[in-house]
């Protein structure tokens, strides 16, 4: 005896490019049945990865589970009756419609009569009036006036008419396809059971099914005031599996999962040995073949599971060694993630992106204001973002940023471990301004040992202001030239406060102004060259 059960969808877990649905239903045995059947599932999913278990008060005994693949009839598509209401309710539109035209038509027939009317009263009476002017003007701007605001009206009518059969056009040609008998394709599992008693079943079944991914999406949003980072962690889903996921209980998750129950095969590890000799025939010379052992090392060593081919050669195995160890980097890198969703979610097979929040908090930040002042006088907000050691891992994904409930504009977020920091650019602020002003600009000829020589001394002085009520951490970037050239020397002579020139002529200074404040910092630097020798890109 067979018996089909009714499952619902109750868990979903989202992987890459596949997902895991979790069906459970309550079925009442009366002891007499040796298979129950679930059936109607879609034809996205993999056979091999179908699982069941079952829990009651009735004694039952599972023996075997398998698929069968089926066609079936859908003879009325449950978005039949909804179209046909629809349908209903744009035709009692439509006659609604088409009475009010009626009677604007009759109306402007009735304005344009009572012209005609006048005149024929005029012309038949026997003791005509004076003809009053005045009067006659009034009827005519009357009628004129009543003329076009019936004809507009008429037009709209006219228009929305239009609009209504094309409406009823559509709606009629999708209610006489889904209404055609389709022949659709399905899955059924088939439980084999042995039912020692009666009593009720609940049975629980899992499987893989195709079309179905989500990826990682970020909203950062800046208060200026409170100088914090909200950070919501959100997911866009997309499925096109063959069934609406509504009401789930949802899970995300960056694991590849197996399918089927057989663990991993173990395959032989070689490893082999080469005469040194055969690396050394490569050069031209001892010393040449020495330096290119540590790039190529002479042993090969291929991973578990791959076979040796007798033509293969070390640089061969080397590269398959560097792209392994690539993969096996970026896997590291990513990390196992699994995000649950607290609420319940409906998603539906539809091929579109479906947001939802995995969670919203605020996360621990502090700001700083990055200077270039030879660049310009505006300064730029960067945050330093920390992820908690409690939080979860921040995968890869496009990241909106909002700055005081302003967005402006998208970057895109790394994989951030719990304890890593990140960092944001929110853009120009306006709180802080520079003032980039030349001290000195002075070119002296000086005899250096047996060489005349040209000394161009230049001196700037930096004004900061912070215009805000808060404080604020600013790191002010200089640059001083870079020389190409042995015999052009570029020196830093003094610079307050003091610091030291980084690489690529680089002057960098922390600086923390109170709020309302100013500070003055300078520089001085020589630029020396022959005097035959012309500079060229000292652009000062």
Request: net charge negative.
């Amino acid at each position: 005896m067979n018996r089909t059960v009714e499952t619902k969808i109750c868990e979903v877990t989202v992987y890459d490019d596949q997902a895991l649905v979790k069906r459970r239903g309550v079925v009442t045995l009366t002891g007499e049945e040796h298979e129950v059947i679930i059936a109607h599932l879609p034809i996205t999913l993999v056979s091999e990865s179908v699982q069941v278990s079952g829990i009651g008060n009735a004694g039952v005994r599972l023996l075997g589970v398998r698929t069968e693949r089926t066609t079936f009839s859908e003879t009325v598509h449950p978005k039949v009756t909804q179209i046909a209401e629809e349908i209903g309710q744009l035709e009692e539109h439509k006659r609604h419609s088409q009475d009010s035209l009626t009677l604007l038509n009759l109306q402007r027939n009735f304005v344009k009569d009572l012209n005609n009317h006048y005149l024929d009263r005029l012309a038949r009476s026997n003791n005509p009036e004076p003809i009053d002017l005045t009067k006659m003007g009034n009827l005519l701007d009357f009628v004129g006036e009543r003329w076009r605001d019936l004809s507009s009206a008429i037009a709209q009518q006219d228009k929305d008419q239009k609009q209504l059969n094309n409406q009823l056009q559509a709606l009629r040609s999708q209610l006489q396809q889904l209404s055609t008998p389709q022949t659709r394709e399905s899955f059924n599992i088939i439980v084999s059971l042995e039912a020692l008693e009666a009593g009720e079943f609940e049975l629980e079944v899992s499987y893989m099914v195709t079309q179905a991914s989500w990826r990682p999406l970020y909203n950062l949003r800046w208060d200026g005031t409170t100088q914090a980072v909200n950070l919501s962690y959100l997911a866009e889903v997309t499925q096109n599996t063959g069934e609406d996921w509504l009401g789930v209980g949802l899970t995300l998750s960056t694991v590849q999962p197996k399918l089927g129950p057989q663990s991993p095969q173990i395959a032989p590890w070689y490893i082999d040995m080469q005469p040194l000799s055969d690396r050394a025939g490569r050069g031209n010379n001892r010393g040449e073949s020495d330096r290119q052992l540590p790039r190529t090392p002479p042993i090969t060593m291929p991973f578990a599971g791959t076979t040796i081919e007798p033509e293969s050669s070390i640089d061969d195995e080397y590269e398959l060694l560097n792209s392994e160890m690539a993969r096996v980097d970026i896997t590291k890198q990513r990390g196992i993630v699994m995000l649950a969703v607290s609420s319940r979610c409906n998603i539906p097979s539809d091929g579109t992106s479906h947001k939802t929040t995995i969670f919203d908090d605020h996360y621990p930040c502090r700001a700083e204001y990055i200077a270039m002042p030879r660049r310009g006088s505006l300064a730029y907000l960067q945050v330093t973002i920390a992820n908690p050691l409690t939080s979860v891992t921040l995968l890869p994904g496009e990241a909106n940023i909002f700055r005081d409930n302003s967005f402006i504009g998208t970057t895109q977020i790394e994989n951030i471990a719990p304890g890593q920091e990140f960092k944001i650019d929110l853009g120009i602020d306006e709180g802080l301004k520079f003032e980039r002003i030349v001290v000195e600009r002075h070119i002296d000829k000086k005899q250096i040992g047996n060489q005349r020589r040209t000394i161009a001394t230049y001196a700037y002085r930096l004004m900061i202001t912070n215009l805000r009520n808060q404080k604020a951490e600013v790191k002010v970037i200089e640059q001083l030239p870079v020389s190409c050239h042995p015999q052009l020397k570029v020196r830093l002579i003094d610079a307050h406060p003091q610091i030291q020139m980084g690489e690529m002529g680089v002057l960098e200074w922390s600086v923390t102004l109170l709020p309302l404040s100013s500070q003055e910092l300078f520089y001085q630097f020589t630029v020396e060259y022959p005097l035959e020798l012309r500079v060229v890109g000292l652009d000062i």
